[in-house]
């Protein structure tokens, strides 16, 4: 009786053993292990901190302390002339840096193909930026443009062209430009790459009927070489404004987002309040969560929109 | 060969063309590499020198004392010991978690397993920006590992994993599957057909993740910044040389922050002159797959 009881209770104590030595058999568990350093840090690095932005948006936090302001926050958030200020810089700056790195970029990768002696020096040289950190190069760059022993008012000076120095970091009128000069230097080469890579894919063949129709580089450009790269082109572009609304680091060390405000964006607006800026100020992390949402709104509504209009661009051609 | 082709069907029109456009590319590439130029030249100049300004971008009198004093007294010896530390560190984890999670990604039946993938790719995309700096940091107090490097290592490596693994993952389509079942059939397990017969094939995706991460790692400036706000002795390079361009008394100092830029930006560029194609082969890679 108690032998049959036994047998009857070890079948599926077998079968689950077996189950198990076949998964392990499969590499089931050798899988999870494999798998779960980068799905742990993805839970850690990139999903708690997403939720945990909900978490103080209606408080007021300072990193020690925090209370429920309700919709404080949001009124806030409405009233502050410096955040939406920053929201138009962050469009000026986006979309002067697309329209000058965008055209750029392409007519290099066009040259590029061109094989001109020295092109593969070139685009060593055209992408070296990239790989230089955007905190060292936006520091070398206020040397240059440092208003009193920066070598491009001595250069300027020197040519005749200014009188007296410029204070090209400090004015409000020129700060923007400086910020965007940088932005350029330090990416067109990327976006280089990719229309290359891009170019590349489009048969030389297209090219040889087309010269011997008689197109001349013009015509080809506009008729040939912009159509084809059409796909192509429109995921760079996406690529480009979405990280050109991210951008803040080289602003933070280029002018901490001054004078007087001129090239504060929304990230860099926001960082200032998650850790309290320079003039000591202490951090408002309840009040920068609800901007942050703001802000990663902006970005996702510019990226539906562009979204849209390519794609109603793409039935009208 | 290429140049007989083109020599044969360019006109003598597109030949002064062909000059415009290299006279115009010459330009470009001069104005691209004249910062970094200027500030390595300006690294071998006086204070003196580099306080007064001037149009000349050569030295007029060259000296190395700068270097030592930013080694020796402004704590450079110590930056780049941890940009060395936070660059290979990243390095290391990205290979590690990018190879085996794209193994297990291409070859691997599970339920979920388009749901996770999912969820890496949304994470590309979705980004609340500088505000998620907080959350880590305060989780890194809790945890005492506030005051490491090896928290910005972890968050570093875990921001550019998805890119790294999407690019395993399409690498192992150019791996034939046989290799796998052959592998199995031998007797080795699943990490053994991974580790012995797989690893060894990856070489020239991991060397473009290597490069990748490294650059990631040696040029990340914010969190770094962030968690070592309080913290000297842990900053990298790029921290540093930069905390010293908006702390006060280091204001005049133009000549050891001229001598920390140049020990920053010396090291990767010298890699990236010896790899520059697989660089950029990798970058063009990770952008148009990710």
Redesign the interface.
């Known amino acids: 009786m108690k032998e049959n009881l036994n047998k009857a209770l070890e079948k599926p104590g077998i079968s689950v053993w077996q189950k198990v030595k076949k998964a392990n058999n ?3 568990f ?2 999870v ?3 779960a ?3 742990i ?2 839970i ?7 939720i ?2 909900f978490r103080y948006v209606c408080y007021e936090y300072n ?1 020690i302390t925090s209370y429920f302001t309700g919709t404080h926050n949001l009124v806030r958030a409405f009233h502050d002339l410096t955040f939406w200020k920053s929201v138009v810089h962050t469009f000026e700056y986006a979309g002067l840096k697309i329209v000058f790195i965008i055209p750029f970029a392409l007519l ?1 990768a066009v ?1 590029m193909k ?6 593969e ?17 936006s ?6 443009f ?1 208003s ?4 491009l ?3 300027l000076r ?1 040519a005749g062209l200014i009188d007296k120095n410029v204070n090209w970091l400090g004015d409000t009128k020129t700060a923007m430009w400086v910020v965007l000069i940088v932005a350029i ?1 330090g990416g067109f ?2 976006y280089m ?2 229309f290359m ?1 891009g170019l590349s894919s489009i048969s030389d063949d297209v090219y040889e009927s087309a ?1 011997i129709d008689g197109a001349n ?1 013009i015509q080809t450009f506009f008729r040939i070489t912009l159509p084809l790269l059409s796909p192509m082109l429109k ?1 760079i572009l996406m ?1 480009a404004i ?1 990280g050109a609304f ?1 951008d ?2 080289a602003i ?2 280029l002018t ?1 987002g001054g004078p007087n405000n001129r090239t504060q964006v ?3 607006y ?2 200032q309040l ?2 309290g800026s ?1 003039t000591g100020s202490s951090p408002q ?1 309840g009040y ?2 609800v901007l ?2 703001i ?2 709104l902006i ?1 996702g509504l510019v990226t539906a929109i562009y979204l849209f209009v390519s794609r109603k661009l793409d039935n009208v051609v | 060969m290429k140049k007989t082709r083109n020599a044969a069907v360019l006109s003598k029109g597109s030949k002064a063309a062909r000059f415009v456009i290299f006279l115009f590319m010459v330009v470009a590439a001069l104005l691209t590499i004249y910062p970094v130029v200027y500030v390595v030249l300006g690294a071998f100049k006086a204070n003196g020198e580099l306080l007064i300004g001037g149009t000349s971008i050569f030295p007029k009198e060259w000296i190395f004392v700068n270097f030592i004093e930013a080694w020796n007294e402004a704590n450079f010896a110590v930056y780049t010991m941890n940009s060395i530390y936070l660059a290979v560190g990243v390095m290391i984890l990205s290979l590690v978690i990018s190879s085996m999670a794209g193994y297990v990604f291409a070859r691997k039946q599970f339920p979920g397993k388009e749901l996770i993938y999912g969820v890496f790719v949304a994470f590309m995309f979705i980004n609340v920006g500088s505000v998620t700096l907080r959350p880590l940091f305060e989780l890194a107090i809790k945890l005492h590992m506030n005051t490491s490097l090896f928290s910005v290592i972890l968050i570093s490596a875990g921001g550019g994993q998805a890119t790294y693994i999407f690019l395993v993952r399409a690498y192992m389509k150019t791996v034939p599957k046989e290799l796998d079942e052959a592998a199995r059939i031998d007797g080795c397990t699943f990490f053994q057909t991974f580790a012995r017969v797989i690893l060894p094939l990856l070489k020239p995706i991991l060397a473009t993740i290597a490069l990748l991460s490294f650059r990631g790692g040696w040029n990340e400036y914010i969190l770094p910044l962030v968690f070592t706000m309080t913290n000297q002795a842990k900053r990298p390079l790029t921290v540093g040389v930069t905390m010293l361009k908006n702390s006060g008394d280091g204001a005049a100092a133009w000549n050891i922050m001229f001598a920390g830029a140049t020990i920053s930006i010396i090291p990767i560029l010298l890699i990236y002159v010896f790899t520059s194609r697989q660089f950029i082969q990798g970058l063009t890679a990770g952008a148009v797959k990710g």
């Open positions: 499969r590499g089931d050798a899988s292990f494999m798998l350093p980068a799905v840090l993805l850690v690095v990139s999903v708690y901190p997403f945990w932005v990193g290099m040259f061109q094989k001109i002696t020295g092109s020096l070139f685009r060593g040289i055209y992408f070296m930026p990239t790989i230089i950190s955007a905190a060292i190069s520091m070398v760059f206020a040397f240059i440092a009193y022993n920066g070598i008012n001595a250069v020197f230097w080469g990327n790459i990719y890579s010269r580089g995921v690529l979405t991210k803040y680091e933070m060390v901490q929304m990230f860099l926001i960082y998650i850790f320079q992390i920068a969560t942050s949402l802000a990663s970005v």
